[in-house]
């Protein structure tokens, strides 16, 4: 987990309130990517970047956006939780886009 | 959609035996990966293959990768019970659409009892 960190930790929120999850790195690693973690799914790629202002879309982008406009700070919003957006979020960065280096995770749990 | 598939979901072994995992997956590739994850932690990288590779080793890992069948196997000798751990395989497609992406299979549920 070293050169990520995100935040918080853990949240509980209500159906209909935005929430924002924040990744922060020290590595200055061009891309990074936001997964969510469920039982049965495994990791699913909810959004990428591959560089400042640059994002698209993974395979579980809808209800969720993105923004990066510091290399080192790529935030995850969710502009109306819903329940089914509770989850495990992990952050990942990538110098080479191959090897990733997850963070510690985000545990939401939406009310 | 699921590009990985790992065999078998859960696996539970005696410390010092050897463990075999298995990882199925459906595009062709530029890589492929595996990953640990401890219990409430992050996921670890372990070792990446390239589609031109065919087996690498890294300590008590050994990973082989045939393309022709599009399936990979992670096995860990002489297990201890540190490994016990969830182990996922992840491909990173050779499709422009896939590039820059990984995309992760459900993982493997390794119990290693001492």
């Known amino acids: 987990d070293a050169g990520i960190t995100q935040s918080p930790r853990h949240k509980v929120t209500e159906t209909g309130t935005p929430v924002t999850l924040r990744c922060h790195q020290t590595?200055?690693?061009?891309?990074m990517y936001w997964y969510r973690q469920d039982p049965g799914h495994g990791l699913r790629l909810i959004h990428y970047s591959y560089g400042v202002k640059d994002t698209d879309k993974g395979e579980v982008s809808d209800g969720y956006s993105v923004s990066r406009s510091k290399t080192e700070d790529f935030l995850l919003t969710l502009e109306s939780a819903t329940s089914s957006q509770t989850s495990v979020y992990f952050c990942a960065i990538s110098e080479s886009a191959e090897t990733q280096y997850f963070g510690p995770g985000t545990r939401l749990l939406v009310l | 959609s699921q590009q990985g598939e790992e065999d078998p979901q859960a696996l539970s072994i005696q410390e010092g035996e050897n463990a075999t995992m298995n990882c199925s997956y459906k595009?062709?590739?530029?890589?492929l990966q595996w990953y640990r994850q401890n219990s409430g932690r992050g996921l670890v990288h372990l070792i990446l293959i390239r589609s031109n590779e065919r087996e690498k080793h890294s300590g008590r890992l050994r990973v082989t990768l045939d393309t022709s069948k599009k399936s990979s196997s992670l096995l860990i000798t002489a297990s201890r019970a540190a490994d016990t751990a969830s182990y996922f395989c992840a491909t990173e497609s050779s499709s422009g659409a896939g590039s820059y992406q990984l995309t992760f299979g459900k993982g493997t549920k390794l119990s290693v009892i001492p």
């Open positions: 595009t062709s590739i530029n890589n």
């Open positions: 590595e200055n690693h061009r891309y």
